[in-house]
């Protein structure tokens, strides 16, 4: 049988599908559009990847789901400003909406092996509106506490700014209708599709006895439109976003670097005591001296463990969400192929939920994240120390080796 005929024969297949699937009243939807592909093209990551990136993906939702829920309970009974607990609660929520809609989406795409889409046409525009819409609004939200920090710290009003609860759920809810009119393009640009899949041999060839399956896609027909609209969200929404973001912390953190005070010029501002005073006097003074250059050292400390924070928040920020952008924008400038490729953007993708994750630990439970991080590194190097130690050649070398020897030589003789 010729290749030309199969051709033929699965053209005048598909045809007669489209027309009956057209005629029928349960599957007239504009989205069912019937295309002809191989299995080549659809077949993305091995069995062992989809195994892998399925519990790397299940363990990131389960983790991130825990946290954030955790995170909203914990702040709503904490002594906070109203404007600082709303801003909290709308990065958990909005972590929540990202983390659950990129895991679902790739959970999905982990469970077949192929590319194939069972959640229906529905859920193939909300999907990626969602994931839009979690980013947007972390995003936000992320900026407002940068905002919120910025005039406690380095404003330092007399009069703390904390908005009305009124204002504050008002301001949260535009910000959230703002970030939805942001998403909604994401709805358009994602079609439903019906594809007949047609099976090929090891050669890349049509075999005679070929095999054909009929499955449902939710792809971009058009990329150029989608690829535009990331563009301009990139340019006028994120580095907006992301230069405030940096200059807010910036500013904060050079405050901290310029203002923190050494020790040592702590204990020399203080004036030498006069040789007349008495003994009692200069013992008194010693005392209150040691205290201050305490208490000054504990301040320092903390200063100095404020800008490693903030050093940490906007490293963060970095490399958990740019490059997951970045990567999508080349993916829809660009035709790319290969496990490869899909194994680099399931790695990114799982790269950009781990900040749903970092999220509640750094600005809900800030305090108990750098405690088991210091004992972490504190362990962590006590282990390496202890691995590379070179402590033994040190006490190898202190020992007196030759008198012992001169000791065995006079025993020997003796002997004789």
């Known amino acids: 049988m010729s290749t030309d005929y199969i051709l033929s024969h699965i053209e005048e297949e598909t045809r007669s599908f489209r027309e009956a699937l057209l005629n029928s009243d349960a599957n007239n939807s504009s989205d069912e559009i019937v295309n002809i592909i191989s299995d080549k093209s659809i077949r993305t990551l091995t069995d062992t990847d989809r195994q892998v990136f399925t519990g790397l993906f299940s363990v990131i939702l389960i983790i991130s789901v825990i946290l954030n829920l955790k995170a909203i309970i914990t702040v709503t009974r904490r002594n906070y400003r109203f404007f600082q607990k709303t801003c909290i609660i709308s990065l958990a929520f909005s972590d929540l909406l990202t983390v659950i809609a990129f895991s679902t989406n790739n959970l999905e795409t982990f469970s ?128 907006p976003l992301l230069v405030v973001f940096f200059w807010f912390y910036y500013s904060i953190a050079q405050l901290i670097w310029r203002h923190r005070k050494p020790v040592e010029a702590a204990a020399t501002s203080r004036t030498e005591t006069s040789t007349t005073e008495s003994t009692v006097t200069k013992t008194a003074d010693k005392n209150g001296q040691n205290v201050l250059t305490t208490n000054q050292n504990e301040q320092m400390k903390k200063k100095l463990r404020t800008f490693k924070v903030i050093l940490v928040l906007i490293t963060t920020f970095v490399v958990c969400r740019l490059p997951f952008w970045a990567f999508t924008t080349i993916k829809l ?67 007196k080796v030759i008198p012992e020897e001169k000791n065995v030589k006079v025993i020997q003789l003796k002997k004789c």
Not at 205 to 230: A, G
Not at 338 to 367: D, E, F, H, K, Q
Request: proline letters at 4%.
């Open 112 to 239: 077949h092996p192929f590319i194939n889409w069972t959640l229906g046409s529905f859920m193939c525009h909300l999907l990626p509106m969602a994931q839009s819409l979690g980013v947007f609004s972390s995003s936000m939200a992320l900026l407002l506490i940068a905002m919120d920090r910025y005039r406690t710290i380095v404003k330092a009003m007399n009069k703390r700014w904390d908005p009305r609860m009124i204002y504050c759920i008002s301001g949260g809810f535009l910000g959230w209708v703002l970030c939805a009119c942001l998403s909604v393009p994401m709805y358009v640009y994602y079609t439903h599709i019906l594809v007949l899949v047609i099976f090929l041999d090891e050669n890349g060839n049509i075999p005679d006895n070929y095999q054909q399956e009929v499955l449902y896609m939710c792809v971009v027909v058009d990329k150029e439109p989608l690829r535009n609209s990331y563009i301009i969200m990139i340019v006028f929404v994120f580095v």
């Open 333 to 399: 400038s660009y035709v790319v192929k290969g496990y490869a490729v899909w194994r680099i953007n399931c790695l990114i993708s799982a790269l950009n939920l781990t900040s749903t994750i970092l999220n509640p630990l750094l600005y809900t439970y800030l305090n108990v994240t750098v405690k088991v991080a210091s004992k972490i590194v504190k362990e962590l190097n006590t282990f390496l120390c202890c691995l590379f130690s070179d402590d033994e050649f040190d006490e190898f070398e202190k020992r």
